[in-house]
């Protein structure tokens, strides 16, 4: 495995001023997937936005992982929600015309 795939767990700790505990606890929850890279505990790169987002929802809405967890699944929702009336609404826009 390429290393330049990952970031470690320590980087994003000194990054968002939070312990390893988090991410484990993250981990856990089954937010981001923490996997041991050279003996160093990392993230694929590709989720760092992801871990942003709930760095964000735990620092500045101190929302505990599991409360983070029913946000994203919340967010989702809604996302598919807005995708499928997007899609209805433009059928029936073709039944108007």
């Known amino acids: 495995m390429s ?3 990952y970031i470690t767990v320590t980087h994003l700790c000194s990054q968002y001023k939070v312990t390893s ?4 606890q993250l981990h856990e929850t089954g937010l981001i997937q923490v996997i041991t890279v050279e ?5 694929h ?6 871990v942003d987002k709930i760095m964000r929802l735990h620092q500045d809405l101190n929302v ?3 409360g983070i967890d029913i946000i994203l699944n919340l967010l989702e929702k809604i996302d598919t929600l807005q995708t ?14």
């Not at 003996?39 to 993230?43: A, N, R």
């Open 21 to 24: 505990q988090l991410f484990q």
């Open 64 to 66: 505990n992982p599991e």
């Open 45 to 50: 790169i590709e989720t760092v936005h992801q």
């Open 39 to 43: 003996e160093e505990p990392c993230v």
């Open 84 to 97: 499928e009336m997007n899609s209805l609404e433009r059928k029936l826009r073709l039944y108007k015309e």
């Open 3 to 5: 290393t330049t795939e």
